[in-house]
């Protein structure tokens, strides 16, 4: 890869045609590995465990295998954001 290839990987957004990290958006993809999932949401696989483990998300298990459907993480985004308090002053 030269310089001029890794600045323009540096200056892209997230996940915008960046075939590393998965996005929610791609028409393709039904279903997420654990990884996947985590890279989309922005957060560790070790949180996405311990949301997984405490029924705090939605996943599917294929035989041993666990896999987080697009379209139910973006139903609980959606209601996580519903049911968001307003900051409000202590």
Known sequence: M???????????????????VPSLNDPEKLLLTEGEAAKALGISRRTLWTLRNEARIPFLRIGKCVRYSVE???AW?????????????R
């Open 2 to 20: 030269t310089i001029q290839n890794s600045n323009r990987l540096l200056h892209e957004p997230i996940g915008s045609n960046t075939p590393n």
């Open 72 to 74: 139910a993480l973006k």
């Open 77 to 89: 985004i959606e209601e996580k954001n519903k049911r968001r308090r307003p900051n409000l002053p």
